[in-house]
């Protein structure tokens, strides 16, 4: 698992990662997003000990990133921002390079390159110059190389760029196979589509600040409110909408649809369907309308920008 | 994922948590130099000059050594042409290990720029093994392609029409030299490596470093023709001398390079950016600060009290090495005043003669004077040492001031020879040398920090804090202690001890 507490990184003046504190439970993935120069890759270079933190400490799969840098390091698998391929070399003789640094043996090293490479569809290409690779397949074996000695913690900077739909699913179904197999998983990313698709919980940087974070449906409800539903009915809503107000906050109504907002659905939605069910009105459909993690973040954004605007207000 | 994976501990993450030892560090750093010269083999670019130089110009270089020889030989100057066959050999050994210079740049800084560097950093390896592994790399092609170049030379001159028979220790110099340029070399761009993020800025920077190694091969060349033991069983002298210099040149560079390539140096630097402003506030804030933390004293009370003060206790073990420096500088002047062929011829008349000397000094202007050009004397001289020291890893520090210290023994060995009441030299010297050389050891411990602070920062902190710290500390005792205390000591020379030594050459009868 990953833990950080009050984690900072100050380049002389410049603070880039300001008290971050995140937990990562071992099997979950955390999706660490953010705009660029947030922080993410600062704050990801701290937890796999390459950086030193300059306040607030770290520990990744048991290991203090400070004191006992190399075996978090041993215990890390890095996919970072760029693949950064040696472009000369064989795909099976740069992991095989990357194995004896991670202090495989050679057959487990052979046995596992050819495994993973099976695993993203890289097996015809064992033997091919790193230089001849596509953009999509160099991805793919950077986290052939991220996966390579079996780590229990990943650390993923943008897992699936630059990838074809089908290689990206191939590299999503890998993430939720090792979560199910209690593997730690950070992952940054822009493609909110995906952290929404594979994330336990988000956390959201700005600024070297985490703004946010939590589950999908804790900051849907803290930053866009409670959950939405929507309801359809056959014909007309006939005054639905008027009638339901001693029970729910209707936001939008049309002819034959409504949307409220309920905080506790699981009580208001069979109240609301047994009105509708008294006053005669056919209902079709009771559904939660989702909130999309780009809503989310949008909002979340927004709010931390009107924030600061009103500190600097203060200030000045 | 695999049926292989094992529940949350990695399988070779376990045994990637390597033990200490230097055996398992230099097989992790070889794992590291195996790829990257397997790499560097495959580079055309470097693969091609390595071959011609290797092969074919040792061809030439003989070609040329055997002619040259010959129509020496016309004029009678079969000297010039002997000394010249050395001469192209070390040429030949030069020119492939200044490929080195490009093959560290490319695998330090390269790497860093294709951005390749960062999965590497990510692995268990340590810093240590990280950079003995490439700067092996580094070494070895070159290195191999010079003494196998400079292997056929020798062959085709030792058998050739030119029958070359050259003492043996001639040929052991020219391969040492080799290897420790190569180390120098090498080394070097390490640390102009890590300290730019693209081999543009890197190739420029590594100027500093061929210029001088050129320069210093002509220098070495001019020694083999000139050198009067040329022809010695045991070598050129003057060559061992430079080897010597050149290996402590690579021991210190092989520090800072080992200080400065860290995963810390190597990513928290991402653009080449010259802040002259910046960098001046930063040094301004280093010589206010009271403490490592950079915090500016609130008076000149505290800055003395805190900030000075700290300042000479962070000197640590300079302070001593200075002095040891300094008494040992003193006994070699003493020991080389007591040889015969460096005695001086005294002034006639004894220790009579030096007070009419003393008493003309005895007079407000010169007095005056004589204090102000000996703060200018010494502070200039302290400033140079400081200065220098900065370039020169702190050696500067430890030569230019202690010069003055082997001066002062063998002056003390002359009086001691002509057979001077030795109470005149303690007059002259002590007097003011209570409060002089006390400062002088201070300002010199300051300025070997200085430049000797690099090689090894101090723990948690990068070179570049922790030469900010050492030049705010250096400044501070230098303003706090040093210009004070030089001041004073000058006053005390110009006025009070010319009366000192007339008050003791007339106890003494002078």
Redesign the interface.
Known sequence: MIETHELTKDFDSFRAVDSVTLTVEAGTVLALLGPNGAGKTTSVRMMTSILAPTSGWARVAGYNVVTQAEQVRAHVGVLTEQHGLYERMKALEYLDFFGQVYGLPPAARRRRARELMARFGLADALDKRLGEYSKGMKQKLALVRAMLHDPPVLLLDEPTSAMDPQSAKQVRDAIIELQRDERTFLITTHNLTEAQALADRIAIIRRGRIIANGTLDDLARRFVGDPLMELRVRGQLNGLARDLADLVQVETSADDWLRYRAPQPETANPAVLRRALNLGVDVVTLAPVSQTLEDIYLQVVQEDEAQEAQRNDSYS | ??A???????????????SAGWRHTLD?AL??TR?EVR?SF??WRIIVPIIILTVFFPFLAQEVATRFSNYLAGFGAEIIGERNIPFLLMVIGFFPISISLVIALETFVGEKE?????????????NTELYIGKTLAAMIPPLLASYVGMGFYLLLALTGELQWRPPAMLIAQIIVLTTVQALVMVAGAVVVSSQTTSTRAANLLASFIIIPMAMLTTGESLIMFLAPDADSPLGIGALWAIAAGMAVVVVLLLRVGSSVFN??EL??RTIDELNLR?TLA?LWRSVRAVGPALKPARSLGEWYRRGVWGSVRRLGLAVPVTALVFTVTTVVGYGIGMQPEWRLPLPEGGPGAATETFKALLNAPTQTGALLFIVWQNGRVLLAAAILSIFTFGTAALILTPAAYAILGYVLAQLVLAGYDLSFFAAAVLTHGVIEIPVIALATAAALRLGAVVTRPPR?MTVGQAWFLAFGDAAKIGLGLVLPGLILAAFLEAFITPAVVLTVLSAAGG
């Open positions: 994922m695999t292989t994976a094992k529940p949350v501990q990695a399988a070779g993450a376990a045994s990637a948590v390597h992790n794992i590291v790829r790499d495959r580079d294709r951005r390749s560097l960062e999965p590497l950093l990510s692995t268990p390896l340590t995963r810390e990513l928290g910046g930063r948690g």
